[in-house]
């Protein structure tokens, strides 16, 4: 059991809030896979996993540009897109993938499998709490996800609802108010310090889920000792056992 259950009053929680890419499924294995695939299609001269990485690095920059009004406000597969091309450029590889290639490799980010804890975890805490997930990821993205990967959630909720993103406080308590709930009713569950932090400064209880290979095999994933939180642990189903589910 975490070191942080001991001293954590989560009585009045209701509902259970989830970041979805890196915390629920993994994104990095997942993406790599894909990009592998299509850009076996022309044989294009690309390494799977530093392009999944390098461009998942452009994420938070965009995501703060917007924040700070420098840039208007566009979905995430918008996002992915305008990060692709640029990317693409860089490693000098744009008149291997054409429009229809550059298009499905942004959908890989709808087909992303889970954590082998999650869909038991999810099940578990659903019997005591309303789970939703809580994702910067667009509505019809996180539906695609959702439903191919077999994860029952009770409600999806996006930052796209919201004209927003997270760790932007006003997501948090969007997301909140949407439910009829107080923010100190709902526990946020992310394995970003970031997204933990934002939840945090919005009133809401957090709960840091370790998952060390979430970047990949060859970066350092955030950790709980990184930020403040309620609680730390390792998986789904031992958040369940620690809140009796």
């Not at 938070?60 to 566009?74: C, E, K, N, Y």
């Not at 298009?103 to 019997?127: C, N």
Request: proline content about 4%; aromatic content about 6%; glycine content about 6%.
């Amino acid at each position: 059991m975490s070191a942080y259950a001991a001293n954590a009053d989560l009585s009045g929680v209701s509902v259970i809030a989830l970041d979805i890419f890196g915390t629920t499924v993994d994104w990095h294995t997942s993406v790599a896979e894909q990009v592998a695939q299509i850009a076996g299609r022309t044989n294009a001269k690309v390494s799977p996993g530093r392009f999944t990485d390098e461009w998942r690095d452009r994420y938070l920059p965009a995501l703060d540009a917007i924040s700070s009004g420098d840039q208007p406000w566009r979905n995430l597969d918008a996002l992915h897109r305008e990060a692709l091309d640029d990317l693409l450029e860089v490693h000098g590889v744009g008149d291997d993938f054409d429009d229809t290639a550059r298009r499905d490799l942004v959908l890989a980010w709808h087909h992303l499998a889970p954590w082998p804890d999650v869909v038991d975890g999810l099940a578990r805490l659903r019997r005591r709490f309303t789970v939703v997930t809580l994702s910067n990821g667009g509505l019809a993205l996180l539906v695609r996800l959702l439903k191919g990967a077999d994860l029952p959630f009770d409600c999806v909720l996006s930052a796209e609802m919201f004209q927003s993103y997270k760790p932007q406080e006003h997501v948090y308590r969007a997301a909140a108010d949407l439910l009829a709930v107080r923010p100190e009713q709902m526990l946020m569950v992310a394995a970003h310090t970031w997204d933990i932090d934002g939840a945090r400064r919005a009133g809401l209880r957090t709960a840091f889920l370790e998952r060390p290979k979430e970047k990949g095999p060859d970066r350092t994933a955030d950790r709980a000792a990184d930020t403040t939180c309620d609680l730390a642990v390792s998986s789904l189903t031992e958040l369940a056992d620690i809140l009796s589910c």
